[in-house]
């Protein structure tokens, strides 16, 4: 058998879950799809066939969190709200409006904690590990105050139309 007949049978065996594992990270088809592909090519290219399923997965995950990182702080608010390209057209989202409205809503809805982490998160684009190291709190509390201020944001949003 030859490596690329390997990687094919890797392939077969593990792209579901692979795929499944991106879209649960991206919500996007397309990215997801690529991110997969990237990783066999790499594979293919190295000449690495010998690895497991965790091996792959981690892969994904990885290539997933390293596009996240790379989206700009708008992409960034976009992949959050989940919102669709297609319902917004040619309007740049957030627009001013909804921009003003989410730092009002971070100044005098969320507690200073959960401020600071969502402007170092947001604007500053540090990780959960950063955040948590320059807070001098564990990764978990960085997550609970995100999760708590992405909450807060949605129905604040959701509110206001």
Known sequence: MTIKDDIERLFRTHYAAMYRLAMLILRNDDVAMDIVHDVFEVLLVSGKSDVSASYLLTAVRNRCLKYIRSLSVNDRMKEVYSVDEREIEDEEWPDEETIILIQKTVVS???????????LRFSEGKSYLEIAEIL??????????????????RKKLSQNG
Do not use: F, N, P
């Open 109 to 119: 809805d969320l507690t200073e904690a959960c401020r600071r982490v969502v402007e």
């Open 136 to 153: 001098s709190v564990s990764k978990v509390a960085v997550y609970k105050h995100l999760r708590y201020a992405i909450d807060v944001l």
